[in-house]
C-alpha cells in the first residue's frame, strides 16, 4: 500500500503562517485523492478540519485551509492561535483503501 | 446532536475474538462511507477498514485483511468490526469515523 508522508513536526509563531503538505509515494496528490486533514489534540478523538481537498467543515476555523500546492495537499494556517496547537494527520483515498500519514506535530511558539 | 459510540472493546488473549460496535445518532449511517481507524499507544492513526454505504464495497489495511470483516446495520443505524486471530500488535484505541464525525473510541488490548 501508498506511503503518505508529512513532516513530522513544524513550529509557528503566534499570528504567524504555516503550511503543512501531505505527499504520496505513488505521485502528485490530486482532488482525486479526496485528501482529508484531521486535528487531534492530546487525549482527545481526531477530529474532521478539511474533506476532499479544501471543504471545511462547520466547525473548522476560518484561519484553516486546504488545497493542492506542489503535488501534494496542503493545509495552510493563517494567523495562529495557542490553541491550534496539535497534531494534524492527512489521509488520502485510493480508490476504496484510504491512508493516513504520519502525523504533524504543530507547536505555537 | 451527532454521536458515534463505539463499545465492545477490552482485554483480549492473543489469537482470539473482539466485536466492536459504533451506534449512530443524528445520522444516517448508511449514507456515507463508514470507517474504522486505530491509534496504537503513542503512536499515529492507522485507517483499518471502510465500508460502502450501501454496503457493496468494503476495504481493509493489508495487516487486517482475513481477520477482520467490517459490517453495518442499517435498522439499528450502527456500525462493526469482528476481528478474529488477534494479534499483540492490534492493541490500540480504535475510532469509528464519519466523513464528519469521529466517536471517542474503545480500547482493545491484546495480552496474554
Known amino acids: 500500500q501508498a506511503v503518505v508522508t508529512q513532516e513530522p513536526s513544524l513550529t509557528v509563531s503566534p499570528g504567524g503562517t504555516v503550511t503543512l503538505t501531505c505527499g504520496s509515494s505513488?505521485?502528485?496528490?490530486?482532488?482525486?485523492?479526496?485528501p482529508y486533514w484531521f486535528q487531534q489534540k492530546p487525549g482527545q478523538a481526531p477530529r474532521t478540519l478539511i474533506l476532499d481537498t479544501s471543504n471545511k467543515h462547520s466547525w473548522t476555523p476560518a484561519r484553516f485551509s486546504g488545497s493542492l500546492l506542489g503535488g501534494k495537499a496542503a493545509l495552510t494556517l493563517l494567523g495562529a492561535l495557542p490553541e491550534d496547537e496539535a497534531e494534524y494527520y492527512c489521509l488520502l483515498s485510493y480508490g476504496g483503501p484510504r491512508v493516513f500519514g504520519g502525523g504533524t506535530k504543530l507547536t505555537v511558539l | 446532536e451527532v454521536q458515534l459510540v463505539e463499545s465492545g472493546g477490552g482485554l483480549v488473549q492473543p489469537g482470539g475474538s473482539l466485536r466492536l460496535s459504533c451506534a449512530a445518532s443524528g445520522f444516517t449511517l448508511s449514507s456515507y462511507w463508514m470507517n474504522w481507524v486505530r491509534q496504537a499507544p503513542g503512536k499515529g492513526l492507522e485507517w483499518v477498514s471502510n465500508i460502502k454505504g450501501d454496503g457493496s464495497e468494503e476495504n481493509y489495511v493489508d495487516s487486517v485483511k482475513g481477520r477482520f470483516t467490517i459490517s453495518r446495520d442499517s435498522a439499528k443505524n450502527s456500525l462493526y468490526l469482528q476481528m478474529n486471530g488477534l494479534r499483540a500488535e492490534d492493541t490500540a484505541m480504535y475510532y469509528c469515523a464519519s466523513p464528519y464525525y469521529w466517536g471517542q473510541g474503545i480500547l482493545v488490548t491484546v495480552s496474554s
Open positions: 505513488t505521485g502528485a496528490v490530486t482532488s482525486g485523492h479526496y
